[in-house]
């Protein structure tokens, strides 16, 4: 595999750490204009092993002219915007991170038209929650009806439309501040949005998910839980995630959700 990474935070840096050992021949890394240096020292502290097959490039137009065969994003929203539909239409399969950016309608259909168009497709991997496999499958039964409830320490949602409203750091018991539609919990809450845009993708659509935003002052850190009720089934689901060392607000499960996706590409048996 020529694997393609578009992005070296803290989800990529941590997936590379657990890349070592798997069949890839060749990475190639899109990183911000002046970064490539960087990135390449921290990658010897990261992934020794990895150095030699790995080249970092600035330049979209030089990592396109790579031509990995599998990519995946794990830089944010403005990546998905610049890169995910040219990936799709040259053909190659692309793993999007980014979930929250498909809550713009517009860049959802341009993304689905460009893997159609490439042949491609566009894989959204679990993240930071799961259960995708259930509500995916049971999805086409239709009358889905899907509660999200996503707790973080009130620390967790400085810098939101909350933070204007109520002084978080006062808090002394669990505020649900915000209810309404995924799509409206992705226009308020754009950097918060991609776990209930997972769910809305994978269920019932971002009209019908349900989304409770919970300030916790006794949260240690990102909780996740939501009710399903399905003519099929009824399914509850409770999430406790720890953070990834390098960024509090990215859990290691969303890092190990994308090395599945390797994973699932490279090995004899996708699960
Ligand atoms: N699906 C989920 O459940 C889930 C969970 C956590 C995070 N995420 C998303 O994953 C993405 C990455 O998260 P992170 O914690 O690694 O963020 P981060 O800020 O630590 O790292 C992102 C990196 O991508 C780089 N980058 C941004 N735009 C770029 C571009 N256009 N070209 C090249 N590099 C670019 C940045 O410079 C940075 O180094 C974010 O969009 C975040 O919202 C998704």
Redesign the pocket.
């Known amino acids: 595999m020529h694997l393609g990474v578009?992005?070296?935070?803290?989800?990529?840096r941590e997936l590379f750490g657990l890349l070592g050992g798997l069949d890839i021949a060749r990475i190639t890394v899109?990183?911000?204009a002046g970064?490539a240096e960087t990135s390449s020292e921290a990658l010897q502290q990261i992934a020794p092993d990895l150095v030699a097959r790995t080249t970092f490039v600035e330049q979209d137009a030089d990592f396109f002219a790579a031509a990995p065969d599998f990519v995946v994003e794990?830089?944010?929203?403005?990546?998905v915007e610049?890169y995910a539909a040219k990936v799709l239409e040259t053909g190659t399969d692309l793993v999007v991170?980014?979930?929250?950016a498909l809550s713009d309608q517009s860049l959802h259909d341009t993304l689905l038209a460009a893997a159609k168009a490439g042949q491609a497709r566009l894989i959204l991997?679990s993240?930071?929650?799961g259960g995708l496999d259930i509500l995916a499958g049971l999805a086409p039964a239709g009358d889905m009806t899907l509660r999200y409830f996503g707790t973080k320490p009130p620390k967790a949602w400085a810098g939101t439309p909350v933070a204007e409203t109520v002084d978080l750091d006062a808090l002394d018991h669990a505020l649900e501040f915000f209810h309404g539609t995924a799509r409206e919990a992705a226009l308020a809450y754009p950097?918060n949005a991609?776990?209930a845009a997972?769910l809305a993708l994978a269920g019932g659509g971002f009209e019908t998910t349900q989304v409770t935003l919970v300030a916790d002052p006794e949260a240690t850190g990102n909780a996740h839980r939501y009710e399903l009720t399905s003519p099929l089934a009824s399914v509850s689901v409770e999430i406790a995630n720890k953070a990834s060392g390098?960024?509090v607000?990215?859990?290691l499960a969303?890092v190990y959700s994308v090395l599945r996706e390797i994973r699932n590409r490279l090995g004899p048996i996708a699960i």
């Open positions: 578009i992005g070296f935070g803290s989800i990529g899109l990183v911000r970064r794990v830089a944010g929203y403005n990546a610049a991170v980014s979930i929250g991997p993240g930071a929650v950097k991609n776990v997972a390098g960024n607000k990215t859990s969303t």
